[in-house]
């Protein structure tokens, strides 16, 4: 895309107005050759008119805040609309899963992929744990508050600042979300959000959070800040069938995925939607803990299957890095 005088399609002004906090990444530096990998991933996205939206360390600097971590990979979220369509088109540039198969008995939300012409590193997400309303929905809101940035040689669209506030201190986010250090890389990014935040910000945080379903992964934040947190809901029903890969999902899978996406801490204050839902699930226990039982190995392996075969490689025969991030 072409930029004039410091404005992004449809007008929207270029980010950063203000100072980048410190350097770019080393993956985003003209002449690495990880920088003409991400390059052309984004250009790939462009031709398959697959909107995708950036976040993590580029977008971070550029917002002019500041992480305790080394960005390694670049994050992308992606339309889910177009997700398997993109996957395909990485898989044959030579995008690999970055990582040996989870051994969690739910599906990974995030993508890990690996190129191993360029040693690149590149996290997907079609589905953001934890944002529990309908994924198309989640996008298109994040999508309505992007921000155009300068990045890999090109502008791109990138999530905003309030956004990437919020999707850094979120504890279920990424692969590396279950890191030894993520308490206090956490604490770091509370008192740094609690001083930079600004007053319309803050003011947009409760509506936003509402409208992606962020409510129990955002308590942490909204407690630091001061601000009472709307109450947790029921993952949607379409978040779960995205989540589990399957159109027929039991009440206490709904339940269960939620409560593990948001990392909802003790006694946290549940909608009414919430109570309705774990009475059923009591009312009916013994075949919801047996579908439940049946469900969950059977969507974690159908969601690595899927990956494979959206990539167009072999499980045995794709190539691994040698030492995973």
């Not at 929207?12 to 003209?30: M, R």
């Not at 939206?53 to 805040?65: A, E, I, N, S, T």
């Not at 339309?79 to 540039?93: R, T």
């Not at 075949?287 to 990539?311: C, E, G, I, K, W």
Request: glycine share 8%.
């Amino acid at each position: 895309m072409a930029v004039e005088d410091e404005q992004g399609e449809a007008g929207i002004p270029l980010v950063p107005p203000t100072v980048p906090s410190g350097p770019l990444p080393p993956y985003a530096v003209a002449g690495d050759p990880r920088h003409e990998a991400f390059r052309e991933v984004l250009a790939e996205a462009d031709r398959l008119a697959v909107p995708v939206l950036m976040g993590g360390g580029v977008v971070y600097v550029q917002h002019g805040l500041i992480s305790p971590r080394a960005s390694k990979a670049l994050s992308l979220i992606v339309d889910p609309v177009g997700f398997e369509v993109l996957l395909g088109a990485l898989g044959s540039a030579g995008w690999v899963p970055a990582r040996a198969p989870s051994r969690s008995i739910f599906p990974v939300a995030v993508v890990s992929l690996w190129h191993l012409a360029s040693n690149a590193y590149l996290d997907l997400y079609p589905i953001i744990p934890g944002f529990l309303r309908h994924p198309v929905g989640v996008f298109e809101r994040l999508w309505s508050d992007r921000v155009a940035m300068r990045a890999f040689g090109r502008e791109v669209w990138a999530v905003d600042r309030l956004t990437m506030m919020m999707l850094a201190v979120h504890s279920r986010l990424g692969p590396r979300s279950g890191g030894p250090r993520l308490e206090e890389f956490r604490a770091f990014f509370f008192q740094q959000f609690s001083v930079v935040i600004t007053p319309e910000e803050k003011a947009r945080l409760p509506e936003l959070t509402r409208a992606v379903g962020g409510e129990g992964v955002m308590r942490p934040f909204f407690d630091q800040l001061g601000i009472p947190c709307p109450p947790t809901r029921v993952a949607s029903l379409a978040y779960a069938r995205a989540r589990f890969g399957v159109d027929e999902v039991p009440s206490a899978a709904r339940l269960l995925i939620g409560r593990w996406d948001s990392a909802v801490r003790p006694r946290p204050r549940f909608a009414r939607d919430v109570r309705h839902a774990r009475r059923w699930v009591l009312w009916t226990a013994g075949p919801q803990l047996l579908l439940l039982s049946r469900m969950l190995p059977a969507a974690a392996l159908r969601r690595r299957r899927t990956l494979f075969r959206a990539l167009g490689v072999a499980p045995r025969t794709a190539p691994r890095p040698v030492s995973e991030l």
